[in-house]
């Protein structure tokens, strides 16, 4: 009877941990708030969360009508983020590194500009880039960094 009862202990104690190491998370979050210079939430914009280690979008999300937004399960890593609005020039933060469970966040301040503002970038690949609305045009191949 002993024996039996070790053997039921000894094996719930290996599904709960079983369970436990499953649990386990190799991913963050990066989250935040839209606003615009005014303070007010920026609802519908898209942010766009790229892995720089793989050069890979990971995840596009639209902020809600309270302009929050939510990347969520994001391999660990180094990542940068894009915000675009309609009537906003684009907002892109880079240099965020997410480790095991990271719970990132990151309210960015939308400029007012038009979207066919010329926006000046050194992605991808180094190469100088001018950006209008979701077009790039390389610009002399002319290199930046």
Not at 48 to 58: E, G, I, Q, R, S
Not at 98 to 115: C, I, K
Request: glycine share 6%; with cysteine.
């Amino acid at each position: 009877m002993r024996m039996l009862c070790r053997l039921v202990i000894l094996l719930a104690l290996c599904t709960l941990l079983a369970d436990i190491s499953m649990a386990q998370e190799v991913t963050g979050n990066i989250s935040g708030i839209v606003k615009d210079q005014s303070g007010a939430v920026v609802p519908n914009a898209t942010v766009t969360v790229t892995n720089t280690d793989k050069n890979a979008v990971m995840k596009t999300v639209t902020t809600s009508s309270n302009g929050d937004f939510s990347a969520t399960y994001l391999p660990i890593g180094r990542y940068s983020v894009t915000v675009e609005a309609a009537g906003f020039q684009r907002f892109t933060q880079k240099d965020i590194e997410l480790h095991l469970h990271d719970r990132y966040t990151l309210n960015p301040t939308l400029q007012v500009g038009q979207t066919t503002q010329p926006i000046w970038d050194c992605e991808p690949r180094g190469l100088l880039y001018q950006r209008r609305a979701h077009n790039d045009e390389q610009l002399d191949g002319r290199w930046c960094g």
